[in-house]
């Protein structure tokens, strides 16, 4: 070795003395400064355990003056370096001998800890490669986001989640009809949009009931962790921002963030701070909430039209991405619905004289989608108006070849995809029916008439109605201010003895009115001691969730949950199977909101409804109505609300005020003579191609397939199961799929990704996870295996190793040198080039002569003849072999280099006709379907202008070497 005072060399024995420096030599010794470890150290030259340090050009390097730079060359004067490069800083010239360098300067590129003897163990090396290799397949793979939500595989879901989820900016409406899983759909494609990179920071925007739901269900179904915003937690965020009001939105201090519908709009202080916030995507549930008062105030920018509705519309027009849910998106009027679809795209929905317009054509256009469904010759009629509306030359030609063709099952579904791309609703409604989606429970009713005592007033109750006369008991005012009418009304009674001769069944109760909840809930305790809890409006919102809480739990809990209205809206109560209706709406849709409290996913039995009502009154009249016209307790009716609006005023007269009973069974008699039609008409039309449209057909069917298939290979369980082992996670059985750990007492690290201090039961199955919400579902896409997969892939472990192959037929001393090459980009997520082009590991496996034998050795049959080395013979062998390390390094660069522009010609070919696809189709479309913006075709070919440019500046760098030595077998 040859030694000049100056020079730089590190410890191969004691790695962590950092950067040593060349002090003193003389014939036989020579002593090492370490300044980062304040140590000096005496060597006998023949023997030092010390491994010179060269850097080479391109390196990024901190000299003792405090100032990085990057290497361009390097002179060598009197035995030492000198390094000359630029400043990162200043971009200036700059000069460093070594002696100047940084003694704290990390030496952990592969090569350098090869060097320096502070390698790992052999396992390590495999955890890396495999992890770079997992990396890839997930970022690339299809079904990235939705394959780690806790959830069943729901066909519908899943289509829908995938098809919006992939979209630059979704603008969507779900409005599946109640319970058929919206909640779900949002978080799936928050989650698609959150782990693809396409979206960073998300608004929830809900009615307070809901805000608890939501957290958790987001939490435990998608791991994402919401904060809910209110006056208090922005002030603190203020606070503790220590600014001007003016100068710092609260918002900007978490990215998922979650806020309430009624404080948005009571709010105007918050309301500012929250647009100055970027959203990448904004999700507003309960979205009938959100419409103006009327036709004309949306025309009219200067009338006042409602405060919710405004500041929806203003986040909505400056973020990219907007999703609204409603099951009941006509609820508040034919108009609502058009304006919330005009919030999601105003250039499509502009007007909205044309937009009826154009549903009244819908019955044509479904009966053409129908024919081709079942796959039917057209008529000519339809052939005519088919080929009108697909006017572009290759759709016309797939029109005469359906016509033609005896097999015209491919014909049909490009045609359908067509017809649904270019006109409706298509690309931005989504609703399914409990008609098209099949295996939900049997619903019943029972109606309980009752006699009401003399003198007691049959007052309407109903909702919306005649608020003014109307009390919350549902009695008029004169009358309860005299008599407490829970002692008289036989309802409350019935309702005891109902709860009695059920007990241990869990019961809904739903009212119109807070006080009538809170004051059945007080007569039930009073009556018979029966336990019950009341959720209303009038309390907060931990109140509310504690009452569910004690609802839903099994045991010491209430019986009933007595709800005013707001407990009729989005909660999940499909634990209980009876329904009371103390009282009826009047508007259809909220009864079927009502009903979907327990007609959900996830509801067992059939869904019995029980309906007290006092005989002769006008909640008989409706209860009458509902049945007989709608048969609205047993079925989903679509069409009822229609019908109600059209009837609006006989049902007041007739219904509400309880005219001759002649006149309302004349009334019944139109309604359902009428919901008839309606329903007919429905049939034919509009509904059959929104559903197709929603339910995804086969290829729904088919993403469920594929996340079948990867929930059931074991690859994830094994190698798993390695990094804890690896890492020192305890680990203990607790059944095939499930595992209970706890940190170690000798973990590797203080902190292992998502690991919790007191342990955590993992189960790698999914219907285990979903019985067991004690457990974590494990899938690739749980942070605790994304944060494993990053760790390994971005910090030095593993990058560096030495083992010994013993091999009966290799001669003993023969070196293989295992590599590992990434191609990577520093193109920004929101370029999606990953799904492309993610970072893609190479694996190099070289003799001696520098042949790569990858192909001929897989790495899984390498590792199982592979063993450890002992350090201090690592040692040795690196530092005689260290001139051959490095001539098959160089092959493996040339080598290496060669697969990188394969790979990165290959990933320019997918991206440019996946994109260009798109792009055709996006442009052929528009010009006959507005709803295509320009936004979203220019933003595709900035997207692919930009796709080329980051492909072919991709970098593929050594992440890891290890060196192989054949020891007798
Ligand atoms: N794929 C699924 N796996 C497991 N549970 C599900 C799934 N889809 C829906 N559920 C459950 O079914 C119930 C209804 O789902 P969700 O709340 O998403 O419906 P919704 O359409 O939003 O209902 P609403 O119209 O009442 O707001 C919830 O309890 C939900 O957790």
């Known amino acids: 070795m040859n030694f000049a005072i100056g020079q730089r060399w590190v410890s191969q024995a004691e790695n962590n003395l950092g950067l040593g420096t060349i002090i003193q030599v003389d014939t036989r010794f020579v002593q090492v400064l370490f300044p980062a470890a304040d140590e ?17 050009a391109g390196e990024t390097l901190s000299s003792l003056e405090e100032f990085k730079f990057v290497v361009e060359h390097v002179e060598e004067m009197q035995n030492t370096l000198i390094y000359k490069g630029k400043r990162t800083d200043t ?43 997992h990396k890839a397949e997930l970022e690339s793979s299809n079904l990235q986001g939705l394959q780690g939500a806790r959830v069943s595989l729901i066909p519908h879901q899943l289509f829908i989640a995938d098809t919006v989820g992939k979209r630059f900016a979704p603008r969507v409406l779900l409005a599946d009809e109640v319970g058929l899983g919206k909640t779900i759909e949002a978080g799936l494609i928050i989650h698609q949009q959150l782990i693809s990179g396409r979206s960073q920071r998300v608004l929830l925007v809900l009615p307070e009931s809901l805000q608890h739901q939501w957290l958790v269900e987001m939490l435990r179904r998608f791991n994402l962790h919401f904060s809910i915003f209110d006056d208090q937690r922005c002030q603190a965020e203020l606070e503790t921002a220590g600014e001007e009001e003016d100068a710092v939105s609260p918002f900007d201090s978490e990215q998922l963030i979650l806020i309430s519908q009624e404080w948005l709009s009571r709010d105007e202080k918050w309301q500012k701070a929250l647009l100055q916030s970027q959203w990448d995507l904004v999700v507003v549930d309960e979205a009938h909430h959100i419409t103006p008062e009327n036709e004309s105030t949306l025309n009219n920018a200067h009338s006042e039209i409602q405060q919710l509705y ?22 508040l009027g034919h108009f609502g619905h058009f304006s919330r679809l005009q919030l999601l795209d105003p250039n499509r929905f502009h007007d909205y004289e044309k937009f009826k317009q154009e549903e009244s054509h819908y019955q044509q256009i479904a009966e053409i989608a129908n024919a081709l469904v ?74 309980y008439p009752l006699t009401a005592p003399e003198g007691y007033p049959n007052g309407t109750t ?22 407490a009418w829970w002692n008289l009304d036989p309802r409350v009674q019935w309702l005891c003895n109902f709860l009695l001769e059920n007990k241990g069944e869990k019961v809904l109760v739903i009212c119109a009115h807070a006080e009538t909840a809170m004051k059945i809930d007080d007569a039930l305790f009073e009556k018979e001691g029966l336990k019950s809890t009341v959720f209303h409006e009038g309390m907060t919102i931990i109140e509310r969730d504690k009452a569910a809480a004690y609802f839903a739990d099994e045991e010491n ?50 869904v019995k409804t029980h309906v007290p009502y006092l005989i002769n009154s006008a909640q008989e009249n409706l209860f009458n109505w509902f049945q007989n016209s709608f048969n609205a307790f047993e079925q989903t009716s679509t069409t009822a609300r229609i019908v109600a609006e059209e009837f609006k005023q006989q049902i007041s007269d007739v219904l509400l005020n309880r005219s001759e009973q002649d006149t309302q069974a ?22 059959r191609l929104l559903e197709l449209n929603s339910s995804g057909g086969e290829k729904a069917k088919q993403i469920c397939q594929e996340i079948d298939e990867m929930d059931d290979s074991t690859e994830l369980m094994t190698y798993m199961g390695r990094v804890w082992d690896q890492f020192g996670v305890q680990q203990e059985e607790k059944a095939t799929f499930s595992t209970i750990l706890h940190p170690g007492e000798h973990m590797l690290n203080d902190h292992f990704p998502s690991l919790l201090e007191d342990g955590m039961t993992v189960c790698f199955d999914r219907e285990t996870a979903l019985s067991q919400e004690d457990q974590h579902f494990m899938s690739w896409e749980h942070p605790m295996v994304i944060g494993v997969l990053d760790m390994l892939t971005s910090g030095e472990l593993g990058n560096s190793s030495v083992c010994l192959l013993p091999h009966k037929q290799l001669a003993p001393g023969t070196i293989l040198l295992e590599a590992s090459f990434v191609v990577s980009t520093t193109a920004p997520k929101s370029l999606q080039l990953h799904r492309f082009l993610p970072n893609t590991a190479i694996r190099l496996l070289l003799d001696k002569n520098g042949n790569n034998l990858a192909d001929k050795v897989k790495q899984g049959s390498l590792d199982k003849m592979l063993k450890n080395a002992k350090k201090t013979m690592s040692l040795q062998l690196i530092k005689a072999l260290k001139e051959e390390i490095g001539v098959l390094v160089e092959k493996s660069e040339a080598i290496a280099a060669t697969h990188a522009t394969e790979i990165k010609l290959d990933a320019k070919d997918k991206m440019l006709t996946n994109r260009q696809q798109e792009l055709n189709r996006l442009t052929a479309l528009q010009k006959v379907n507005p709803a295509i913006r320009d936004e979203e075709i220019n933003f595709l070919q900035q997207q692919i202008d930009n796709s080329v440019k980051e492909i072919e500046m991709a970098q593929v760098s050594l992440d890891a070497i290890r060196l192989i030595v054949v020891t007798q077998g």
């Open 40 to 56: 000096t150290r005496n060597y006998a030259q023949d023997q030092a355990p010390l491994m010179r340090v060269e850097f080479s």
């Open 91 to 133: 971009g200036e010239d700059v000069s460093v001998k070594e002696i100047m360098l940084d003694h704290h300067i990390k030496l952990n590129t592969p090569e350098a800890r090869l060097y320096t003897g502070n390698f790992d163990r052999s396992q390590w090396f495999s955890l890396r490669m495999e992890a770079h290799q």
């Open 310 to 331: 405004t500041h929806v519309q203003t986040i909505g027009q400056q973020t990219k991405g907007l999703v609204l849910l409603t099951a009941t998106p006509d609820q």
């Open 374 to 447: 079942s796959e039917q010759a057209l008529s000519s009629e339809q052939y005519k108006v088919l080929s009108g509306l697909l006017n572009d030359s290759s759709s016309i030609k797939n029109v005469d070849d359906y016509q033609a063709s005896s097999d015209k099952t491919e014909l049909a579904q490009t045609l359908i995809s067509d017809l649904l791309d270019r006109h409706g609703t298509g690309r931005i409604m989504f609703r399914n029916s409990r008609q098209g989606i099949k295996g939900f429970p049997e619903r019943s009713v029972t109606p």
């Open 462 to 483: 109903f909702m919306g109605l005649q608020p003014e006369t109307q009390h919350d008991s549902g009695v008029t005012e004169s009358f309860t201010e005299n008599n």
């Open 557 to 606: 809990s209430a019986q009933a949950l007595i709800c005013s209205e707001i407990g009729s809206e989005g909660r999940n109560f499909q634990f209980a199977h009876h329904l009371v209706l103390f009282d009826l709406p009047a508007n259809p849709d909220l009864l079927e909101q009502r009903i979907g409290r327990l007609d959900r996913i996830g509801q067992t039995e059939t």
């Open 666 to 687: 004349d009334l019944i008699n139109a309604c359902h003579v009428r919901n008839l039609e309606l329903k007919q008409d429905v049939e034919n039309g509009r509904d």
